[in-house]
């Protein structure tokens, strides 16, 4: 497939149409943005382990029944996938308090939540991504009904219920993530954008360490050897899980059930 034309460049990849009106490339860049753009770097190999990761995830909740906008890996860098019209809403999952909930509503830093946690934000670079409630979202126009948010909530809940476990397997508490969404050709809506390190919050669930972009966020250093790491474990056989524990387990202990 051909990469033709730019369509829009982002933060984070560059998308180009193709040769097909319905199937659009991205292709994963270096480049690192925090604080809506105003902290910056660039981290080579970064896009790639991204790409990497994405396509695994993508794979993983399309097996499992979530639809989503992925085709095929086409190589390091570009993804082919569907062309979605995007919502312009970033839902936004969370297991654990940390970030901005935390800043924003005094929760301690690390406390497992009673339930998980979804929340709306606006994309809107302009205006800082601010949280929307359901009537923003209509008063908007970013969605036609209450039944589109609501499937918007039940279908990141579905991919917590899927990663969430996966990632603890592998020794990775998930801790939050940021999903987009878009409506395909026929309208429905499918999950889009990209599932990596860079939207997600991965804990090491033995040492606590991040292995995540709070890395470059906190200015802590290590970023691409953490990417790498969370690639290395998606790759690997679930053969080595972490000892004593199972998810359910972990869960009890956290929250103190048993
Ligand atoms: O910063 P905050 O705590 O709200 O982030 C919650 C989660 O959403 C984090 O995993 C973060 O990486 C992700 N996020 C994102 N893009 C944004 C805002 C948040 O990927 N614009």
């Known amino acids: ?148 948010l609501d499937q918007l909530r039940a279908m990141a809940r579905q991919v917590n219920d899927i990663l969430r476990p996966y990632f603890f397997e592998k020794g990775l508490n998930l801790v939050d993530f940021k999903l987009e969404f878009g409506k395909d050709g026929d309208g429905n809506i499918i999950l889009a954008d990209e599932i990596s390190p860079d939207n997600c919050r991965f804990w090491d669930t033995k040492t606590g360490e991040k292995m995540d972009k709070d890395r470059f966020r906190q200015g802590m250093g290590g970023l691409k050897v953490a990417y790498e790491e969370v690639l290395k474990r998606i790759l690997n056989d679930n053969d080595k899980k972490p000892e004593e524990s199972t998810y359910e387990a972990m869960m009890d202990r956290a929250l103190g059930t048993k």
Do not use: W
């Not at 051909?2 to 319905?22: C, I, M, P, S, V």
């Not at 925090?34 to 190999?45: D, L």
């Open 1 to 148: 497939m051909q990469k033709r034309e730019l369509l829009y460049e982002g933060k984070a990849k560059r998308l180009f149409l193709t040769d097909d009106d319905n199937l659009v490339i991205s292709e994963f860049k270096d480049d690192l943005t925090a604080f809506n753009g105003e902290k910056k770097s660039s981290e080579a190999g970064k896009g790639a382990l991204n790409n990497k990761i994405s396509t695994e995830l993508f794979k993983l909740l399309e097996s499992k029944g979530v639809p989503t906008h992925f085709v095929e890996m086409l190589d390091d860098n570009h993804m082919l996938h569907k062309y979605v019209d995007v919502i312009l809403i970033e839902v936004i999952v969370r297991n654990v308090a940390t970030g901005s909930l935390s800043r924003n509503l005094g929760i301690e830093d690390g406390k497992v939540l009673p339930f998980t946690l979804v929340e709306f934000d606006y994309k809107n670079d302009a205006l800082g991504d601010p949280k929307l409630n359901d009537q923003h979202c209509l008063i908007l126009e970013l969605v036609d009904s209450v039944d589109e």
